[in-house]
């Protein structure tokens, strides 16, 4: 299909939208209610062009003009600009943009005008400030000037949605976004326009936004309307320091933007990835930070005399390690990491474990199978049965419940172009059809049970069972659905792997070959498919982490089981807690967000992390600490540095991680290390990654309970107003 | 080059001799300042409620071009503003010794809240001393922190070493009086 914008032909599928068109041409067109993965709507009107197709002859002639050899195909302009984002393209149709046409120029500044008549132009207070695209646009396409003298609309301003999201309803534009959003993405009906004309508003119709996925729409708008609560005026978009990296909480590595200000995180947003996220990420992953710039420890802890863990100097802490473990066989020194360490942090220390000799070697969380992924993200996407075993997504992989929920509205992924993802897709619709036969959980009861078509009570732990030999009628129902399906997609959730032994895996190997089944086993741990290619797993006669207390000494990083080992006890973290507190040294330990290095994820994607400009003193990630260790013991240190320990990866498990993309590829390891495991449940809010800062606290407890009234500027009475 | 032109030269000299000198014998004395002069900000008020005209918005930081201006900002708290609106800066200082004086602050401030005053006896003896705070620059502040401190150890009133032509500040340093 060719098509002409500004002159310039451009070859495109059949179905791409002219908005795309002008894009892949190299063109600019304003636009505010489009978005990459949300349904076209033309609520905005800004991203009007000129545009006209040419007509065929009853004969199926084209219509001509000029004479002989010189005649082209005559094209039927359509009488007044069109918005380019819900129009598609046609076989020759000619489109001009404000760069080629006055009248769309003259259209869009119109437009724009209309626009900002009742906005209130509070940028100079705006967090949005900045990273506007109202700001933007208005700057690229606007007169510049307003010629509206009267007063502006009124409406509640620094409205909470909810503890995370703050409404400021005068700044909104009406663009839809956010009310598109929240149908099509996570398939919940809570916010809406209310009233008519100039005095439509957004709200909710109970109050409050459900938990889960709420935090995207402060993405997504295009002005400061709905505005992150936790980062509330922290910082104005050009002092963050932003720093692209993959978010470890839960094991789907969502694409994210760390904004720092000043060595303090203050904000997360979403990145995009098309593969692994799209553009969306979990309240969690967006709102539970803070714990990164609260009370940490950035210097190491030695207990003294007296009992009590007083600051010290790194040297002062391999002193006091070297004397804790001295006369200790080395191979008794127990070895164990949090599941959510890099390839590289995990590739030193299975390394040094080698180099000691040592047994008790273990990371947690893990499961005690490993069940490699043989399903993308994009498949689950894309199937056309999903049926997921004993897993509560709300708490173990968020993200992958909203590619399910993209799944059961048609698994239609936007097309991408030269440009990147197609603005807008005229295949997304609002309100899509919505399959829920094409889903079934089988488990307790999670936030997926209501979109579910297929729900089976069940305990999760024999669910496979059950679903390989079904007794019910649901699970018939269920079993009925994988056989018939072309693209099924199994599911495997912490319920269903708990005490999973080789069995349980054998048994779904066979019902996946019977059905052609692709299959997801939620790991563990962020990062738990990545470390479990590492030898770090109880060797012979070890002892893993669920009995620390009989190891004789113990190195513990990141992890806490609220108890020492038996012995002399060192533990890495990033904060003072419990097993902290019981520690003879404490070594303060860098985030997730303050790492460079390499995790995979659900589906055997090896996703880069990026250090973020985080204040946190004289903390050291792994790699550094086990050197600091190694040299306590008098050993050589496996790896001194993220180099080094790229080398003893790419020794031990054959992988650059050095090469590895933003995007992520994926991997599999020839080899995976699996041990019995403790039973774990996973739990994606922590009580740390609430703020602790009172201030904080107090403020967003005013901001929900308390009534909020300035003294400035009380709501004049509005001119030709109905009210 | 003849006699002539010595004598000249010399009549020149002869003639200043017996004018009135244009150095002032400054500290003694108080210089005068041009209309033109630009020395130490001030945050100015809003005349009547007395709420800081700052709001916290950081675009004179983001304008100056020796990044000597840093902000903080948070959430006012409705029973008593700080500034009208629902910002205001918590944390607003000036390195003294990073800024020129060029005005940026003051052309790309919204409100009109950072203002060059006409106060230019800074000089210290430790470079954390030219950090000036909100307490340091709002309105009704008379002296640099090395005159206040004197000041105080004198128990003296401050004692400016300027005076204005004309007597009267700019109209844009609302509020601000020069003893």
């Known amino acids: ?723 | 080059m003849g006699v002539l032109e010595i004598a000249k030269g010399m009549g020149v000299t002869l003639g200043k001799l017996f004018q009135k000198p244009v150095t002032v014998s400054y500290p003694e004395q108080r210089a005068t300042l041009q209309p033109r002069f630009r020395g130490r900000h001030i945050l100015t008020r809003h005349p009547g409620t007395n709420l800081e005209k700052c709001i916290g918005c950081s675009l004179c930081a983001a304008a100056c071009p020796a990044y000597a201006i840093y902000v903080e900002a948070a959430e006012n708290d409705p029973a008593a503003p700080v500034s009208p609106g629902e910002r205001y800066a918590k944390v607003y200082e000036i390195n003294m010794l990073r800024c020129i004086f060029c005005g940026m602050c003051e052309e790309a401030c919204p409100t009109g809240a950072v203002v060059l005053g006409n106060e230019f006896e800074m000089a210290d003896y430790r470079s954390r001393d030219f950090v000036y705070a909100k307490e340091d620059m709002l309105v009704g502040v008379t002296g640099s922190i090395p005159q206040r401190r004197e000041a105080t150890r004198l128990g003296k009133p401050v004692r400016l070493g300027f005076q204005l032509d004309g007597g009267q500040p700019r109209a844009e340093l609302e509020g601000v009086k020069y003893p």
């Open chain 1, 1 to 723: 299909m060719k098509v002409h914008v500004d002159g310039i032909e451009v070859e495109l599928p059949a179905g791409t939208s002219a908005i795309d068109a002008v894009f892949s041409a190299g063109g600019d067109v304003p636009y505010f209610c489009a978005h990459k993965y949300l349904s076209p709507l033309g609520a905005c009107r800004m991203c009007l062009v000129e545009s006209g197709s040419p007509r065929k002859n009853p004969d199926g002639s084209f219509v001509m003009e000029g004479e002989g050899d010189a005649a082209t195909p005559k094209i039927f302009w359509f009488p007044k600009p069109m918005a380019s984002c819900t129009m598609q393209a046609t076989e020759g149709m000619h489109i001009r943009t404000a760069k080629t046409s006055e009248v769309v120029a003259k259209a869009q500044a119109g437009m724009m005008e209309f626009t900002l008549l009742n906005h209130p132009l509070d940028c100079p207070t705006c967090d949005k400030g900045g990273a506007c695209e109202l700001q933007d646009r208005a700057f690229e396409y606007g007169y510049g000037a307003s010629r509206f003298g009267f007063d502006r609309r009124h409406a509640e301003k620094h409205y909470p949605l909810s503890d995370f999201v703050i409404l400021d309803q005068e700044r909104c534009i009406h663009c839809k976004r956010c009310v598109r959003y929240f149908e099509e993405v996570p398939g919940q009906e809570v916010l809406d326009f209310i009233e008519r004309g100039g005095h439509t508003f957004i709200d909710t119709e109970e109050g409050g936004l459900p938990t889960g996925f709420s935090g995207n729409i402060t993405d997504i708008c295009p002005v400061g309307a709905l505005l992150d609560n936790v980062a509330r005026f922290r910082g104005r978009n050009w002092e963050y320091d932003h720093t692209p990296t993959t978010c470890t909480l839960c094991p789907v590595g969502c694409s994210i933007t760390v904004d720092a200000r000043n060595g303090r995180l203050e904000r997360i947003v979403a990145g995009e990835n098309r593969d692994v996220n799209e553009a969306w990420i979990c309240d969690a992953g967006r709102f539970g930070h803070p714990f990164a710039s609260e009370e940490r420890l950035t210097t190491p802890l030695v207990r003294n005399e007296d009992g009590a863990l007083i600051p010290a100097t790194w040297d002062e802490a391999i002193t006091a390690i070297n004397r804790g473990l001295l006369g200790l066989p080395l191979a008794d020194l127990g070895l164990f990491v949090g599941a959510d360490a890099t390839l590289e942090e995990g590739a030193a220390l299975a390394a040094l474990a080698d180099a000691l000799n040592a047994r008790h070697v273990d990371h947690f969380p893990r499961h005690s199978v490993f069940i490699a992924p043989t399903a993308t993200l994009t498949d689950v996407a894309t199937a056309d049965a999903v049926v997921v075993l004993g897993a509560d997504l709300g708490e173990e992989a968020p993200v992958l419940e909203l590619r399910i929920l993209e799944m059961l509205r048609g698994g239609l992924l936007p097309a991408e172009f030269a440009h990147g993802t197609a603005i807008a897709d005229l295949r997304l619709v609002e309100r899509p059809a919505r399959r829920p036969e094409r889903l079934a959980v089988i488990g307790g009861e999670s936030r997926l049970w209501g979109h579910a078509g297929h729900r089976v009570s069940a305990n999760g732990e024999n669910a496979l069972t059950r679903l390989a030999h079904p007794d019910t009628d649901d699970l018939k129902a269920v079993r009925a659905l994988l056989d018939g399906a072309e693209r099924p997609v199994l599911i495997l959730g912490a319920d269903a792997l708990r005490g999973a032994s080789g069995s349980a895996a054998a048994l779904l190997a066979d019902l996946a070959s019977r059905t052609g089944a692709k299959v997801i086993a939620i790991p563990a741990g962020p990062n738990s498919n990545g470390l479990a290619a590492l030898n770090l797993v109880p060797r012979t006669g070890g002892l893993g982490v669920d009995r620390l207390g009989e190891v004789p000494a113990a190195f513990i990083s990141r992890l806490d089981p609220g108890m020492r080992a038996g012995g002399f006890t060192v533990v890495h973290d990033t904060h003072l807690t419990a097993t902290a507190q019981l520690a003879d040294v404490v070594l303060p330990a860098v985030t997730n967000y303050e790492k460079r290095g390499t995790v995979q994820n659900l589906e055997g994607r090896l996703l880069p992390l990026n250090p973020a400009a985080i204040q946190s003193g004289e903390a050291a990630d792994l790699i550094r600490t086990l050197t600091a260790l190694a040299e306590a013991l008098g050993v050589k240190a496996p790896a001194r540095g993220q180099r080094g320990a790229q080398t003893l990866l790419m020794g031990s498990v054959g992988v650059n991680t050095a090469t590895v993309q933003v995007g992520g590829a994926l991997h599999t390891f020839a080899r995976t290390f699996v041990a019995p495991a403790a039973p774990h449940t996973p739990k994606l809010w922590t009580e740390r990654m609430r703020s602790r800062d009172r201030d904080w606290v107090e403020r967003i407890h005013d901001l929900v309970e308390g009534g909020w009234t300035l003294p400035v500027a009380p709501a004049a009475p509005q001119p030709g107003g109905d009210d």
